[in-house]
């Protein structure tokens, strides 16, 4: 073929074929190898007529990645059951993951619970069970009264009667089945008092001494994480044997991210915000990558594109339709 020839890779994605470049012979190639290198999917070459001869297309080709992502299940799989319930948890495993994120808070009496939010209005039926509490703090409560909640029904019927867990309850259940990523949580915009911060540390360093916190350390399978670094760094220089994930919205520039290598093991970033180049520079620095959060086959395209090791998700199990998409049929 003549190195001139204008030729135009494409890619098959959802039962389109689309424009990926347009490029010459000479670099089909080249732009090929790009393009597949971070985005799993069916390509083509096709060049256009020239001087009398027919357009004409190669038969597509699948390409993957040398190196699967681990998906972690975004608070415990929020696309397949109430989120952070036991319920979303056994989906989740059912589903095939192998990592679990949740997030923890303390109640009033100090027990640590998985729940997200800064109340429990959006996922409780609390303004039934204390009404006019329910813009009342999390910490306003005691884990009594967490116990008399309901956190499955605003999900569907299926799920009624699947309560709030406690830290123990949820690692009796998961039976170290998966990893856990635990993320610390502190309210408003995650901050949270100096007291509240000692709290919560004094609570999770009893648990890694003679809880089931440290049993699942020992094994191997879990990591912390926060958006508060103010608590994660101390954290995890006290507990050297367990890694910890740096949460950040923005990706970090390069002195952050030698700074937080003298104490972190992975960076957690927002998928859409996330780079390749930014992948690669955590790794040079000597940290992963875990990006959140991600829900549908494009998020995960843009996720996978980064370069990123793990992907934060609230529908665990989607990646192997993205990573082996059905064949063209046209």
């Known amino acids: 073929m003549r190195a001139g020839r204008k030729l135009t890779v494409e890619r098959y994605v959802d039962g389109t074929w ?45 390409t ?7 998906e ?26 192998t990592a679990m994120e949740v997030d923890v808070q303390l109640t009033k009496d100090a027990v640590p619970v998985i729940v997200h939010d800064q109340t429990f209005a959006r996922t409780t039926n609390v303004a039934t069970v204390f009404p006019g509490r329910e813009d009342d703090p999390v ?24 309560g709030i867990p406690s830290l123990d309850e949820l690692l009796t259940a998961l039976g170290g089945r998966a990893h856990l990523v635990l993320e610390v949580k502190f309210w408003p915009f995650n901050q949270g008092t100096p007291e509240e911060r000692a709290a919560l540390r004094d609570v999770l360093d009893a648990e890694l001494v003679a809880g089931r916190l440290g049993e699942l350390a020992g094994a191997g399978k879990l990591t912390v994480s926060s958006f508060n670094h103010e608590f994660l760094q101390p954290f995890a220089e006290a507990h050297p044997d367990v890694p910890v994930g740096a949460l950040t919205f923005f990706p970090p520039s390069a002195t952050q991210v030698a700074q937080w290598a003298t104490w972190a093991e992975e960076i957690h970033g927002q998928f859409a915000l996330t780079t390749w180049q930014d992948t690669t520079a955590a790794r040079a620095a000597g940290l992963t990558t875990s990006v959140w959060t991600l829900a549908t086959p494009d998020q995960y395209r843009v996720a996978l594109a980064s370069g990123a090791e793990a992907l934060i998700t609230d529908n665990p199990g989607l990646l192997a339709s993205v990573l082996e998409p059905p064949a063209p049929t046209s």
């Open 18 to 62: 689309s424009t990926v470049a347009e490029t010459s012979a000479k670099g089909a190639s080249a732009a090929l190898t790009v393009a597949a290198a971070r985005f799993p999917a069916w390509y083509r070459v096709r060049a256009a007529a020239h001087n009398g001869i027919a357009s004409v297309a190669t038969a597509p080709v699948r």
């Open 64 to 70: 993957t990645l040398n190196r699967r992502p681990v």
């Open 72 to 97: 972690i299940a975004h608070r415990a799989g929020a696309a397949l059951g109430p989120e952070q319930t036991l319920g979303a948890m056994e989906a989740s495993l059912t589903a095939g993951a």
């Open 139 to 162: 910490g306003t409560f005691t884990w009594a009264e967490v116990q008399q909640l309901d956190a499955g029904s605003w999900a569907g019927p299926q799920w009624a009667g699947e």
